[in-house]
C-alpha cells in the first residue's frame, strides 16, 4: 500500500537552530514528491516539487532533496517567521497524475 | 491577482441539512479538487475534476457531490449521508499534466462544523 510518514510530528527550535525534516515514503514508484507550508486555518502553500533521487531545491531558508526512499526539508538559520506546518505529499506512478498521497505533517516552531 | 477562493469561510449546519460549498479559481487550470483535512492526518481526496463536464471520485466520495459546469467553479456539496462532516475544507487547482505530478494550488478553506 503507497503510504508517507513524516517525522517528527512536532519540532521546536531557538531561532537561529538549524535542523531538517523528514518525509518517508512508501510508493510503487515515484512521479513527484511535493513540499508544501501551512499556516493555522489557511490552506496550503507550494513550496517545491522533487522528480528524481538525487535533485535539490533551495528556497531562501529552506532546501528540499530527495532520495529513493525518503526526502528532507533542510531549514537552515530558520526564523520566527518559519514557523508553521509543512505538509509532503507523493504522486505513486500507479495512480493518476493528480491523486496525490499526504503526509499527516510536521509542525514546525520556532522560538526567538 | 490570480488566485482561488473558497466561501463561506466558515460554515455551521445542522444534522441532516445538505450544504454547498464554493470554489473558484481564475488561474485558468484545467483541474480542480476538493480535501478534507482533520486533525493528524494527511489531507484526504473527495473528488478531482480534469476538465469541464467530468469529475472522477477520490478516497472518500461517500456523501459528497459536485459539479464542474465551468472551467473557474467546482463547487462541493456536502450531503445529510456524509457521516462525520466535521472538518476543513480545502480546493485546489493545477495547470494540465506536465513531466510528472500537477502542482496544485491552494485556496484558504473552509471549515465546515456540524451541530
Known amino acids: 500500500e503507497d503510504q508517507v510518514t513524516q517525522s517528527p510530528e512536532a519540532l521546536r527550535l531557538q531561532e537561529g537552530e538549524s535542523s531538517s525534516l523528514n518525509c518517508s515514503y512508501t510508493?510503487?514508484?515515484?512521479?513527484?514528491l511535493f513540499w508544501y507550508r501551512q499556516d493555522p486555518g489557511k490552506g496550503p502553500e507550494f513550496l517545491f516539487t522533487?522528480?528524481?533521487?538525487?535533485e535539490e531545491k533551495e528556497k531562501e531558508r529552506l532546501k528540499a532533496t530527495l532520495t529513493k526512499k525518503e526526502s528532507f526539508l533542510h531549514i537552515t538559520a530558520p526564523k520566527p517567521e518559519d514557523s508553521a506546518t509543512y505538509l509532503c505529499?507523493?504522486?505513486?506512478?500507479?495512480?493518476?497524475?493528480?491523486?496525490?498521497?499526504w503526509g499527516a505533517g510536521t509542525k514546525l516552531i520556532i522560538k526567538p | 491577482d490570480g488566485g482561488i477562493t473558497q466561501s463561506p469561510k466558515y460554515l455551521f449546519r445542522k444534522e441532516g441539512q445538505n450544504v454547498t460549498l464554493s470554489c473558484e479559481q481564475n488561474?485558468?487550470?484545467?483541474?480542480m479538487y476538493w480535501y478534507r483535512q482533520d486533525p493528524g492526518q494527511g489531507l484526504r481526496l473527495i473528488y478531482y475534476?480534469?476538465?469541464?463536464?467530468?469529475?472522477q471520485k477520490g478516497d472518500i466520495a461517500e456523501g459528497y457531490s459536485v459539479s464542474r459546469e465551468k472551467k473557474e467553479s467546482f463547487p462541493l456539496t456536502v450531503t445529510s449521508a456524509q457521516k462525520n462532516p466535521t472538518a476543513f475544507y480545502l480546493c485546489?487547482?493545477?495547470?494540465?499534466?506536465?513531466?510528472?505530478?500537477?502542482?496544485?494550488?491552494f485556496g484558504p478553506g473552509t471549515r465546515l462544523t456540524v451541530l
Open positions: 505529499a507523493v504522486n505513486p506512478y500507479l495512480r493518476s497524475n493528480y491523486q496525490l498521497i
Open positions: 522533487l522528480y528524481s533521487a538525487g
Open positions: 510508493v510503487s514508484g515515484l512521479r513527484g
Open positions: 475534476s480534469q476538465i469541464v463536464n467530468d469529475f
Open positions: 488561474l485558468n487550470h484545467d483541474a
Open positions: 485546489a487547482s493545477s495547470a494540465a499534466s506536465g513531466r510528472a505530478g500537477n502542482e496544485q494550488f
